[in-house]
């Protein structure tokens, strides 16, 4: 299993790039390879999926697209085809927030979600993403829900909140929390 791969794109298709790393090319299939650019130098996150008859890559710009595509690969009925166009057109904060308030028409504008497979994501998955912080790490979102009504409520988006909240430690008063959340935004 590969975490990521380090290398130069040489190759952008339609939705697929090639990462030349250290002489071989890999073929890795991307929700937006338009974001890569020829001749850069990338880290790619990656998912392999081995099977009886394929072994494909699936890579991601960052580490929260792939915890959040490997949630969505694990809901029945959805597999890496029809997870991949969601991180391509939602955001990751978007998905899991539409995910959280039961919004089956943002899920259904994704390509091939009906309402079938979006009331089955909401199913899955609702209650499990917590927070996915940019380091993939997934926090329990329950643990700080005091705390994110109270930077909501002093007016912070959820993206701020979302890059420090796992730097919080959980086990200090609220007030504690607070001053900690405050000191790491205003950064």
Do not use: C, H, W
Request: charged fraction near 30%; hydrophobic fraction near 35%; proline fraction near 2%.
């Amino acid at each position: 299993m590969y975490d990521y791969l380090n290398g130069i794109i040489t190759n952008i298709y339609s939705n697929s790039i090639v990462l030349d790393v250290s002489g071989i090319g890999y073929l890795i299939y991307t929700a937006n390879p338009y974001q890569f650019n020829e001749g850069e130098k990338s880290k790619i996150y990656i998912y392999q999926k081995v099977s009886e008859d394929e072994n494909t890559l699936y890579g991601f710009k960052q580490n929260e697209e792939r915890e959040l595509f490997l949630k969505l690969i694990n809901v029945k009925g959805l597999g890496p085809k029809m997870a991949l166009p969601i991180i391509a057109t939602g955001s990751v904060s978007g998905v899991i927030d539409a995910i959280e308030r039961e919004n089956i028409l943002y899920l259904k504008k994704f390509p091939k979600i009906g309402d079938k497979v979006a009331k089955q994501i909401i199913l899955d998955l609702k209650g499990k993403l917590g927070v996915i912080t940019t380091s993939g790490e997934v926090v329990d979102s329950n643990t700080y829900d005091e705390l994110i009504e109270v930077l909501k409520g002093l007016g912070y988006k959820e993206k701020e909140y979302k890059k420090i909240i796992s730097k919080i430690d959980d086990s200090l008063s609220i007030e504690e929390q607070v001053k900690e959340a405050l000191k790491l935004l205003l950064k």
